[in-house]
């Protein structure tokens, strides 16, 4: 069974920094993406950032520029350093591992998430 078990988050106030961390109970490169969501009070799940099994990045353009998503093979972790924070960026953080590639069979696998609130 996969177990994805995030870390880092917290409270901080506008423009300050945290970096998230997840860490996978076997090898992140057995894993087709790896990615990071967040689900915000009262709105839906949306993805953060992404990173596949080859390097490739993707980011939801509210986070392009301010973060950035990195692994460490030796660690099993995937990481999203965040700056300059923003209010709207408060939210629940989910960690995502995805085996498979559509239309072929998926299997995704979600951690407990972990809170991150911007206030001043």
């Known amino acids: 069974q996969v177990q994805l078990v995030e870390s880092g988050g917290g409270l901080v106030q506008p423009g300050g920094s945290l970096r998230l961390s997840c860490a996978a109970s076997e090898s992140i490169f057995s894993f087709n993406v790896m990615g990071w969501y967040r689900q915000a009070l009262g709105k839906q799940r949306e993805l953060v950032a992404g990173?596949?099994?080859?390097?490739?990045?993707n980011y939801a353009d509210s986070a392009r520029g301010r973060f950035a998503i990195s692994r460490d093979s030796a660690k099993n972790t995937v990481y999203l350093q965040m700056s300059r924070l923003k209010l709207e960026d408060t939210a629940l953080y989910y960690c995502?591992?995805?085996?498979?590639?559509?239309?072929?069979?998926?299997?995704?696998?979600w951690g407990q998430g972990t809170q991150v609130t911007v206030a001043s």
């Open positions: 990173m596949n099994r080859e390097g490739r990045t």
């Open positions: 995502n591992a995805r085996s498979g590639v559509p239309p072929g069979p998926v299997s995704d696998y």
